[in-house]
């Protein structure tokens, strides 16, 4: 009898244990993710009317109504660059234009073909996303020599991406303006300035969209990178600088900053936002109300991609976990990670907003409505 009742007595644990644990939730996994959420520039580009002569200079009337953007910062958001760079923009139905002006003592460059790597030589750089998926974007690369690379990329390099170098913008308009000297290191230049008229056709193209023209409010991703190196001089003739037979590393220089030494984090790029009226002046930029949501989306991401959340990559399909993510001092969200059979996905619901995000192992956002 006392086996019998010690046998019962064991089942019925047994029973306890089991319900007790099908009953339990996971708990949820605490993350601050504040320093790898960016909150983007944002630029409004009027619509000029005028004829611009793509010569380097800025002096026709339509320029002197478009406004520069701030001094560009450094890629990581930490040094101040040695000197300074800016931009500003305008477009009309068949260009985007662009003028940068980059203050240099010293303006050198040696690379002459078209499409080769154009960054080895200090350079201005413009990445155009007109979707705003970080997918199917383009680049384009220019030297003091107004050598051009132009490509485009399907997607970020971080998850395979393949850069197209036949996408030849027949009808890219590229001019550069020395105030100084090109390749005489025997004295001190002032500037270097770049005017450049991106054909808008292609651009579209990116965005898949029949409309020839952007919208009024139309908002694209765009940011902007000046490449800087330090540099020996041999006889004259300048090249980058090695220390023990390697090369120094190069400055990056942006409009937006990206946190981390990589210009192909589409998602953190700065807001162009486009108006038919002939200056910016009064109008409003629309501020993305979703913006802390989807870079928590994004930080997300790339944390289990590349980052501390890695080991999710190697959890079964099926596995789930919740995480409460701190954005800032005051936003803290709930995500889903799934585990799937393509990758991941990581599905953060806004109830107020009725809105549910869901991003996955390329890091392709996609929002669902409730």
């Not at 319900?19 to 708990?27: D, I, L, R, T, V």
């Not at 983007?40 to 320029?63: C, Q, R």
């Amino acid at each position: 009898m006392k086996k019998l009742t010690k046998i019962i007595t064991f089942l019925a644990f047994i029973v306890f244990a089991s319900c007790s644990n099908k009953g339990q939730q996971k708990a949820t996994t605490r993350i601050d993710i504040q320093s790898e959420i960016v909150i983007p520039a944002h630029y409004v580009v009027g619509k000029t009317g005028e004829p611009l002569t793509i010569d380097g200079v800025d002096d026709e009337m339509a320029w002197s109504k478009a406004a520069f953007t701030k001094s560009f910062i450094d890629i990581e958001g930490v040094d101040t660059p040695t000197y300074d760079t800016k931009v500003k923009m305008l477009w009309d139905e068949q260009y985007l234009y662009v003028f940068a002006q980059m203050e240099e003592p010293h303006i050198w460059g040696y690379l002459r073909q078209r499409d080769t790597v154009i960054f080895y030589n200090n350079d201005f750089e413009v990445f155009l996303d007109p979707s705003m998926t970080t997918f199917n974007y383009g680049e384009i690369e220019v030297n003091a020599l107004n050598t051009v690379w132009d490509l485009k990329l399907d997607k970020p390099y971080r998850v395979g991406g393949n850069a197209d170098n036949s996408w030849d913008l027949d009808e890219l308009k590229t001019a550069v303006h020395i105030i100084g000297t090109l390749n005489d290191p025997s004295d001190i230049d002032s500037m270097w300035t770049l005017e450049m008229a991106i054909p808008m056709s292609p651009l579209m193209k990116l965005k898949d969209e029949e409309n020839k023209i952007p919208l009024e409010g139309e908002q694209w991703r765009i940011n902007f990178s000046r490449v800087n190196w330090d540099f020996d001089v041999n006889n004259g003739v300048y090249s980058r600088k090695k220390v023990d037979g390697k090369y120094l590393p190069e400055y990056n220089w942006v409009w937006t900053e990206q946190r981390v030494i990589n210009m192909h984090e589409p998602e953190k790029w700065g807001y162009l936002q486009f108006t038919h009226q002939p200056t910016a002046d009064g109008i409003q930029f629309k501020k993305d109300e979703d913006i802390l949501i989807k870079q928590a989306a994004f930080a997300l991401f790339r944390l289990t991609r590349f980052g501390k959340l890695k080991a999710l990559m190697d959890k079964e399909k099926g596995y789930t976990e919740s995480f409460a993510a701190t954005v800032t001092d005051n936003l803290t969200v709930k995500a889903t990670f799934v585990k799937t059979n393509a990758g991941f996905e990581f599905r953060i619901t806004d109830e107020n907003k009725k809105k549910t995000f869901v991003i996955n192992e390329e890091g392709f956002l996609s929002i669902q409505q409730l």
